[in-house]
């Protein structure tokens, strides 16, 4: 696959990604959606469908979506290391624009809403408790156990007794999706579980600059934990699975 077709299927894949995951959040938000206080279940079975959408359409690039996966892929000799900055441009390009389409979806409510300069959790993550190093740690952590589990779990083969073992590949994308959903439920508490550079930094620098009435600061003092964090436990499960599997 060329760069080009690599960079154009990755970008439409975070885009829909972005637009679903940060709509679900903006569902529950906003005072005048239908899904408002829908809570955080609601959010996490949309970021995990949201990933199932994504992936489902960047199929031919891989299905990235995520720099980290990106940087554990090809530490563990996956993917050319020349073809990096191609996804990782991409992946923030088109979360961009996802952000962006989903204010656009959202524009009266977000006109409307009673608390516009507390929304840029749509867009972006922010710790419960402000500890950087440790809010690091969580990204790290959660981060380790998305691509490890790309990297590591097993997929379709055929056994030695000629036995088909379907392993998670049966499920597709969905498979992934499912991970999501429980990394949410299990570590997305702390942080909010960017888990993914390009997630948080490309709709922080989309409610930076949209013209959202009332909007209060991008908090760019917290931004480089949700890239640092997710792209250490990219690459610390790049490593393990080199050593592995």
């Known amino acids: 696959m060329t760069g080009g077709e690599i960079f154009v299927w990755e970008l439409i894949g975070t885009a829909i990604l972005i637009l679903m995951g940060a709509g679900v959040v903006a569902n529950v938000t906003l005072k005048d959606s239908l899904g408002n206080n829908g809570g955080w279940l609601l959010i996490n079975f949309g970021w995990g469908f949201a990933v199932f959408a994504g992936a489902s359409i960047a199929a031919p690039s891989g299905a990235h979506l995520n720099p980290a996966v990106t940087l554990g892929l090809a530490v563990a000799d996956k ?3 020349a ?3 191609i996804y990782f441009a ?13 204010w656009l979806a959202y524009k009266l409510q977000f006109d409307a809403h009673d608390a516009p300069e507390s929304t840029l959790g749509i867009f972006s993550t922010g710790p419960t408790i402000d500890n950087k190093p440790w809010n690091v ?3 790290v952590i959660g981060t380790f156990v998305l691509v490890f589990w790309v990297l590591a779990s097993p997929t379709a083969k055929v056994s030695e007794a000629g036995v088909p073992q379907f392993g998670n ?3 597709g994308y969905a498979a992934v999706a499912f991970l999501v959903i429980g990394i949410g439920n299990s570590l997305g508490g702390p942080t909010g579980y960017a888990i993914n550079p390009a997630r948080d930094l490309g709709p922080r620098l ?3 600059v949209l ?3 009332g909007k209060g600061a991008a908090n760019w003092g917290y931004s480089w934990v949700p890239v640092v964090g997710p792209l250490i436990g990219g690459a610390l499960a790049g490593l393990l699975a080199m050593a592995l599997v």
Do not use: D, H, N, R
């Open 79 to 81: 993917v050319e290391w």
């Open 83 to 85: 073809q990096v900055p």
């Open 90 to 102: 991409a992946q923030m390009v088109g979360a961009f624009l996802g952000a962006t389409l989903c």
């Open 137 to 139: 740690v969580t990204e």
């Open 169 to 171: 590949s049966a499920l």
């Open 206 to 208: 989309a409610y930076a």
């Open 211 to 213: 013209p959202i009435k």
